[in-house]
């Protein structure tokens, strides 16, 4: 997909009712970190959140790109990546407000998502940490001969923390199935790339571990599902682990609320001007692929789902009490004394 | 194989023999650490024959990388396997401490239960010769972490029953070992599968007049020091073998009964496990005791090289710490 929303009638792209998934994903999304800010900003939701705003085409391609039985590890900016892997909006915001109809019955939180069934395996809220345990996650599945590829979704701030660089080594070193995607949105926290790395070119860095390494425009959501197609396929069938860089923009703040004024206008400006879901919508409808009236179902369908899980959320009970003490081993007789 | 038959092993014999066992038992066990496959078979040849028997697939070397060793085993474990990760000195297990603590003992709980994580990090303490950063005992960081289990075994027998526990174990638990002892105390263990429930003390002498609590490798000081003493008091010993899960219960048994007690360990005295456990007892037994429980632990100070400068409870001060306790008058009868 090009900027002006034309996409090259020869280049493969999903079928139509993956685009219309891709869509509703992107939209949902947003949706989902835009009300949550605003239950946060009326103090009704205490939760760390962290914007997808600017990777949620990235988001969509994964999910298109990915099969049920691969698995993935994210990070704490993991709303897109959770939806990505089928896992509903409902469950995910009841999580955020502590409820036990979330994801981890309330007790992990927003930074916390897992889903074993549709292989969110577990997500972390410390900076790069996800990379060593995917290469653990890669042997597992090379060991059981299966024909699944592990995906890491990180920022890339990651990039930056030692363990990323010896989890590379790994995965280069065993020809493990993984995918590492650095979701590269230009920030650090509050840092931008150029002024954390002598060589902001992380796909370039990455190469020199010995495994398939490329750079991917982050807003084609085309594009980037093509790269990871391809680079999940080859992980599936044996060919080694492949690091992604997909480039895309932050378009918030680092986390829901904080001060995002120091950004570059005119950068903020041009990256708006990428945002994936209108892009998305643009091409959908001026390539004929989907009908105006198919995509405003979706957009309403996206509504009633988003009002449905904030719902959801709201009136599912707190945690018992008596949970605190649960699920800290695998049997709590004796422990720590007895 | 049955227990009946049994070989004279060293330590690092039972260590070999257990993972022989578990490797063995179930193609879920798997093992990553640095220089463990052949033909070295790791630093302390523990894994010695291993990944000839096994296959370098289920016996990994890796480079020198403790983040991504137990990160890497922490993801297996998470990926159905059941990894036994080896980070030779315990010093090392800073370098992996946010995949142990951040990761490792809290998934299970972050995830409401969704996620297990059998996994076991070996390490060991109680190197002599190469200064502060490769012989601290640090089990106390991990006891204060929940999530973790803590064992540290004092003889061959107890050293592969536990692992064998702690391998078919399904939470992480931190394996500690000590250097010292590798070679130094061997005894008869079955060669065939058998397990050491985690979370039971053993007895191993009875006594009347103290009870010395103990593990790892201080318990052949205390034995040393009981037996030095033998004609001026009656010394029961306890050697824990588990700090989490920890027996208080054969502790607070023993204490009732000598109404003194002190623990003694290889860690740091001050904020120690055995702050822990004299407080536990204390509160069970505050007026049956006759003198408050004590401690002796290693000084608050690094480890240090020369032999002048030792930090750790020697056979010398142990048997100082056991007379002055047990000729304290008794706070009960002053009452």
């Known amino acids: 997909m090009q900027e002006n929303g034309e996409t090259q009638a020869t280049e493969a792209i999903p079928s139509r009712e993956e685009l219309e998934w891709m869509y509703s994903i992107m939209l949902l999304a947003k949706a989902g970190d835009e009300r949550a800010a605003a239950e946060a900003r009326e103090g009704r939701l205490q939760a760390a959140l962290y914007p997808v705003r600017g990777l949620e085409g990235v988001c969509a391609a994964l999910g298109v790109a990915m099969q049920a039985n691969d698995q993935m590890i994210s990070s704490y900016r993991n709303l897109g990546d959770a939806l990505s892997r089928g896992i509903p909006l409902r469950t995910i915001i009841a999580e955020a407000y502590g409820r036990l109809g979330g994801t981890s019955k309330g007790k992990g939180g927003t930074m916390h998502l897992t889903d074993n069934e549709r292989g969110l395996v577990t997500t972390t809220g410390v900076v790069g940490s996800g990379l060593p345990m995917a290469v653990g996650l890669g042997l597992a599945a090379q060991l059981d001969g299966a024909d699944r590829a592990i995906v890491v979704t990180f920022g890339d701030g990651s990039t930056s923390i030692g363990s990323a660089h010896e989890a590379f080594n790994l995965a280069a070193l065993w020809n493990l199935p993984v995918v590492f995607v650095c979701q590269n949105n230009q920030w650090g926290e509050h840092t931008p790339l150029s002024s954390y790395a002598a060589n902001p070119n992380l796909a370039e860095r990455v190469a020199s571990y010995g495994m398939a390494s490329e750079q991917v425009d982050g807003f084609d959501p085309m594009a980037t599902w093509r790269t990871l197609d391809r680079a999940l396929a080859k992980a599936r069938s044996g060919g080694g682990p492949s690091f992604v860089e997909c480039l895309t923009y932050r378009l918030t703040g680092h986390s829901g609320l904080s001060d995002y004024s120091y950004v570059p206008e005119a950068e903020l400006a041009a990256a708006l001007e990428r945002d994936p879901a209108p892009n998305m919508r643009r091409w959908l409808e001026s390539s004929g692929l989907v009908d105006a009236g198919r995509l405003a179902e979706i957009e309403a369908e996206v509504e009633a789902t988003a009002d449905e899980a904030f719902a959801f959320a709201q009136e599912s009970p707190p945690p018992h009490p008596d949970e605190l003490t649960d699920d800290v081993y695998a049997s709590g007789e004796g422990i720590p004394f007895r | ?335």
């Open chain 2, 1 to 335: 194989m049955s227990e009946e038959q049994t070989e004279k092993m060293t330590i690092v014999a039972a260590l070999n023999s257990a993972l022989d066992v578990a490797l063995g038992l179930d193609e879920r066990v798997i093992m990553m650490g640095e220089d463990i496959a052949d033909p070295i078979g790791g630093v302390m040849k523990a894994t010695k024959g291993l990944s000839t028997k096994y296959g370098e697939d289920r016996v990994r070397a890796t480079p020198i990388v403790e983040q991504t060793i137990v990160g890497s085993a922490v993801g297996a474990a998470m990926g159905g396997y059941r990894p036994v990760a080896e980070i030779m000195f315990m010093d090392f297990l800073c370098q992996a401490m946010d995949q142990i603590i951040n990761h490792a003992a809290k998934s299970r709980f972050m995830s409401g239960g969704h996620t297990t994580v059998p996994l076991v990090v070996r390490a060991m303490v109680g190197s002599s010769n190469f200064g502060a950063q490769h012989s601290q005992a640090l089990e106390a960081w991990f006891m204060h972490t929940p999530g973790l289990k803590v064992v540290m075994p004092s003889n061959p027998y107890d050293t592969k029953g536990l692992l064998l526990s702690s391998i078919f174990d399904d939470d992480p638990v931190i394996f500690i070992e000590n250097m010292a002892m590798s070679y130094s105390v061997p005894g008869m263990v079955p060669t065939g599968d058998y397990r050491i429930p985690l979370g039971e003390a053993a007895v191993l002498q009875e006594g009347e007049d103290v009870t010395v609590i103990t593990y790892g490798a201080e318990v052949h000081t205390v034995m040393a020091a009981a037996e030095s003493l033998v004609d001026e008091m009656s010394v029961e010993v306890i050697d824990l073998r588990t700090l989490v899960p920890l027996d208080l219960t054969t502790c607070l048994e023993s204490v009732t009964k000598t109404r003194r007690a002190i623990v003694v360990h290889g860690s740091t005295q001050f904020c120690g496990p055995g702050a822990e456990i004299a407080t536990l007892i204390t509160d069970e037994l505050f007026g049956a005791l006759d003198v408050p429980v004590a401690r002796l632990g290693g000084t608050y100070t690094p480890i240090a090289f020369a032999k002048e400068l030792e930090s750790l409870p020697t056979e010398d001060k142990v048997v100082a710490a056991l007379r002055e306790l047990v000729e304290r008058p008794s706070v009960a009868r002053q009452r």
